[in-house]
């Protein structure tokens, strides 16, 4: 297993340690002294040695090159970062799920590996896996694995529901991602188990969420605050600080990835929060969204137009950035707007509130004046 990945990274490139979030930048030179090291099978050169044991406490001096460092060719993007949406199903039935109609559908394993190629040859760095509920699909370790081996680093978003079965919590801790972004939907059984309509969720979770944390995983808790758990969101905040662990909340209620409004009866209103005006994403640019069938979008709301991965390889991602200007365009009733200049929603979330109906003041300036 490598210690370290050598990426090449925009203008530079950057060597990272799997599970870290921590990253050194070098140059060119250095980038080329690292991959002649592996190539040659020579030591590992001492300065990327000193600098390993500042970073991360690695002692490498003496070890060969090859086989402790993975160097990554560049992709012919500028992509660096990806989702991926193993599936759309869920053990949960959360009342403010975007997904609206969870099935349980996608690439078999040979198409998953297919796909974690393919982003890798596009130069992929940091991955992020998804649902649904990752933790679920019965491809998952296998598919995490082998995104590893491909010298992706990992962040997996989960609802923490199997962290308490061993093998779940065995692989993590074997290969730690560089972040578990884990959704709290409740801080006592009654309101949690309510909200997710799983009964036991709550137990289940919070053995899971406490076993992670004792294994030393680097937990991020998404607090997601909704009418039904907004008097428990103090106790959600305490939760997190007694773990010693980072948390964010989340209140802004999105409407399902059709364009209809189920979720939204969801929102807690005094928990709302007024985005920061948007001032252009890197969607489509520098990033990409995969569903669960291999289709490449610019992120998981601009869902259409796609391309299709597994069929046309990294080649498809050519007419991404043309997608994602296409997308950004304001038509409709935002077309010609005076106050888009300070809009705080991308044209695709607008979209989707728009196709659902949702009150205009949730998401537009028109609707609080």
Same mark, same amino acid.
């Given at each position: 297993m490598?210690a370290?990945i050598?990426?090449?990274f925009?203008a530079t490139?950057?060597i990272?340690?799997?599970?870290?979030?921590?990253?050194?930048?070098v140059?060119?030179?250095?980038?080329?002294?690292?991959?002649?090291?592996?190539?040659?099978?020579?030591?590992?050169?001492g300065?990327?040695?000193?600098a390993?044991?500042?970073q991360?406490?690695?002692?490498l001096?003496?070890?060969?090159?090859n086989?402790?460092?993975?160097?990554?060719?560049?992709? &012919?993007?500028?992509?660096?970062? +990806?989702? =991926?949406?193993?599936?759309?199903?869920?053990d949960?039935?959360?009342?403010?799920c975007y997904l609206?109609?969870?099935?349980?559908?996608?690439?078999?394993?040979?198409?998953k590996?297919?796909l974690? %190629?393919?982003m890798a %040859? +596009?130069g992929?760095?940091?991955?992020?896996?998804t649902?649904?509920?990752?933790l679920?699909?019965?491809?998952?370790?296998e598919? =995490?694995r =082998?995104?590893?081996e $491909?010298g992706?680093? @990992?962040e997996?978003?989960?609802?923490?529901s199997?962290l308490?079965?061993?093998?779940?919590?065995?692989? $993590?801790?074997e290969?730690?991602p560089s972040?578990?972004?884990?959704?709290v939907?409740?801080?006592?059984?009654?309101? =949690?188990?309510?909200?997710?309509?799983?009964?036991? +969720?709550?137990?289940?979770?919070?053995t899971?969420l406490?076993k992670a944390?004792?294994?030393?995983?680097n937990i991020?808790?998404s @607090?997601?605050?909704t009418?039904e758990?907004?008097?428990?969101?103090p106790?959600?905040?305490?939760?997190?600080?007694?773990?010693g662990?980072a948390?964010?909340?989340y +209140?802004?209620?999105?409407?399902?990835i059709?364009?209809?409004?189920?979720p939204?009866?969801?929102?807690?209103?005094?928990y709302?929060t007024?985005r920061?005006?948007?001032?252009g994403c890197?969607a489509g640019?520098?990033f990409f969204?995969?569903d669960?069938?291999?289709?490449?979008?610019i992120?998981k709301v601009?869902r259409?137009?796609?391309?299709d991965l597994?069929?046309?390889?990294?080649e498809?991602?050519?007419?991404?950035?043309?997608?994602?200007d296409?997308?950004?365009?304001?038509?409709?009733?935002?077309s010609?707007c005076?106050l888009?200049?300070t809009?705080?929603?991308?044209?695709?979330?607008a979209?989707i509130l728009?196709?659902?109906?949702? &009150?205009l003041n949730t998401y537009?300036?028109?609707?609080?004046?």
């Amino acid at each position: 297993m490598h210690a370290l990945i050598a990426a090449p990274f925009g203008a530079t490139n950057v060597i990272l340690r799997p599970g870290s979030p921590k990253a050194i930048k070098v140059g060119a030179a250095r980038f080329a002294q690292i991959r002649a090291a592996v190539t040659e099978n020579a030591l590992i050169p001492g300065w990327l040695a000193d600098a390993a044991d500042t970073q991360w406490g690695l002692a490498l001096h003496g070890h060969a090159a090859n086989g402790s460092i993975l160097v990554r060719s560049p992709g &012919p993007y500028h992509i660096s970062r +990806a989702t =991926y949406e193993v599936n759309l199903g869920c053990d949960y039935d959360c009342v403010m799920c975007y997904l609206g109609e969870k099935r349980f559908e996608g690439l078999d394993m040979a198409g998953k590996r297919r796909l974690l %190629e393919v982003m890798a %040859e +596009a130069g992929v760095i940091w991955l992020q896996m998804t649902g649904g509920e990752p933790l679920i699909d019965p491809d998952f370790p296998e598919a =995490y694995r =082998y995104a590893h081996e $491909l010298g992706m680093q @990992l962040e997996v978003l989960s609802n923490g529901s199997r962290l308490h079965k061993d093998h779940i919590l065995e692989l $993590l801790v074997e290969l730690p991602p560089s972040k578990l972004s884990l959704s709290v939907y409740g801080a006592t059984s009654g309101t =949690y188990d309510a909200v997710t309509r799983n009964r036991g +969720a709550f137990d289940r979770f919070a053995t899971g969420l406490e076993k992670a944390v004792s294994a030393g995983l680097n937990i991020d808790l998404s @607090l997601i605050i909704t009418r039904e758990n907004a008097h428990e969101a103090p106790a959600m905040r305490a939760w997190a600080q007694e773990l010693g662990v980072a948390s964010r909340e989340y +209140a802004n209620i999105s409407p399902t990835i059709h364009g209809t409004a189920e979720p939204l009866p969801s929102q807690s209103p005094e928990y709302l929060t007024q985005r920061a005006p948007f001032r252009g994403c890197p969607a489509g640019h520098t990033f990409f969204h995969a569903d669960p069938f291999g289709r490449a979008s610019i992120c998981k709301v601009g869902r259409e137009p796609n391309i299709d991965l597994v069929a046309e390889g990294v080649e498809g991602l050519a007419r991404l950035g043309e997608i994602a200007d296409s997308l950004m365009l304001r038509t409709g009733g935002c077309s010609g707007c005076k106050l888009s200049g300070t809009c705080r929603v991308c044209r695709p979330m607008a979209k989707i509130l728009q196709e659902a109906k949702a &009150p205009l003041n949730t998401y537009c300036q028109h609707g609080t004046r």
